[in-house]
């Protein structure tokens, strides 16, 4: 068999190349760029393989030698088509850089990951969202908080981006999948095989199957100290607003606001107690500047969208008939096309489209260039999308 072919005899992706090139000890994404050298994966895997790195890991430094030895090691000793075969087996999507199925939103980064591995829908990226980040030490105080936010955001539409972690992430996290609202967004220290922290087992799969779970590590690989740090740089660029609920002099939370800082992603901090040690990063993000973020109000302020306006409207709206619910329903959170409601319904194309002009009329549904996208209740009346409403396919960073 030709060693660029899969088991199933058809030519390998890149993605594939790429999987199996993180997959070597100590390959990160840095490293990765390196190796590659603007190159593809399946040339950057061979140069492993034969040995011939050669300059493109001097900036490494004293290390180079050292790595292309031992990825050369590895890598003689492994099949890429088998390999891949097991994010197959797994279910796990992989999705390379420049490849079509790849979310625009990290097209301009300064810092994009090759690839991506994930667990549910890339579709959950399409709309507007928030990072809500902070202390695994969380008080009380911050974990309701987190809940209110996280909850708050999704029933207006605004999906919640989050690492998963203990205190402020689980728990907004927890708010976001608590109401039928906009899918959740985790991003992942270690491989999607290997749940961390254990104790979010429930919440990491609930994440997944309303949403999306993404990583830049393969699978098997267990989460380490530099994996959070580059973890959060994806928190930051698929965010049009970061919120940090609390958070201590240092910690994790700042180097993600770090990161949104130099993306121009507008950063909002959550006063706390002037007594709570939780709280003193957080007040001093304020008092560097940083926008207050008292409630779900304030945060949808600073994406563009109002909520006065839209809750009143929300109360003004009809009820769905029951002629009507099913294709609200098809429609779902996702931006959609007419042709997919008929695929979803099993009904006529005239049936569905009176059906659309009717939830359109009432406030249910919004129609945008050949796109139709559900209207919550909070963003009910809103006569202008906001400006990071991406359309799928687009980029919805917030200036």
Request: one cysteine or more; hydrophobic letters at 45%; a negative charge.
């Amino acid at each position: 068999m030709n060693p660029a072919d899969g088991i199933d005899g058809a030519p390998l992706p890149e993605a594939a190349w790429l999987a199996a090139l993180l997959g070597l000890s100590d390959m990160g994404p840095r490293r990765l760029l390196l190796t590659l050298a603007g190159g593809g994966g399946e040339a950057a895997w061979r140069a492993v393989v034969t040995g011939r790195l050669g300059h493109r890991l001097h900036p490494i430094g004293r290390r180079a030698v050292e790595l292309a030895a031992l990825w050369q090691r590895e890598a003689r000793c492994r099949d890429v088509a088998e390999e891949w075969q097991r994010y197959r087996d797994a279910s796990v999507g992989v999705t390379a850089l420049g490849s079509p199925g790849f979310p625009a939103v990290f097209d301009d980064d300064p810092e994009p990951p090759a690839v991506l591995f994930h667990q549910g829908s890339l579709d959950a990226i399409a709309g507007a969202r928030v990072g809500i980040v902070g202390t695994r030490r969380c008080t009380r105080y911050g974990r309701d908080v987190a809940f209110e936010i996280g909850a708050g955001l999704a029933a207006a539409g605004v999906a919640v981006v989050s690492g998963l972690a203990l205190g402020i992430d689980a728990c907004a996290h927890a708010g976001a999948i608590s109401v039928d609202g906009a899918p959740p967004i985790a991003v992942v220290g270690s491989g999607l095989d290997v749940v961390y922290p254990k104790a979010n087992r429930g919440l990491w799969a609930d994440v997944a199957a309303r949403g999306v779970v993404l990583s830049e590590a393969p699978l098997g690989t267990s989460p380490a100290r530099w994996r959070f740090p580059a973890r959060n740089r994806l928190i930051a660029a698929l965010s049009d607003v970061v919120v940090v609920v609390e958070s201590h002099e240092a910690g994790g939370s700042l180097s993600t606001v770090a990161e949104a800082v130099a993306r121009d992603r507008p950063v909002l901090a959550v006063p706390g107690s002037v007594r709570s040690p939780a709280s003193r990063g957080t007040n001093a993000l304020l008092a560097d500047g940083a926008g207050p973020a008292g409630g779900v109000e304030d945060v949808l302020i600073a994406l563009g969208m109002s909520t006065g306006a839209h809750r009143r409207a929300a109360e003004r709206r009809p009820p769905v008939g029951a002629a009507t619910a099913p294709v609200l329903e098809a429609v779902g959170w996702h931006p959609s096309t007419t042709e997919q409601v008929v695929l979803r319904t099993g009904r006529s194309l005239g049936e569905v489209a009176l059906a659309i002009d009717e939830l359109v009329r009432g406030g249910w549904l919004s129609r945008r260039e050949g796109w139709l996208e559900r209207v919550s209740a909070d963003r009910a009346g809103l006569v202008d999308a906001p400006a990071n409403a991406a359309q799928p396919g687009a980029d919805s960073h917030a200036e």
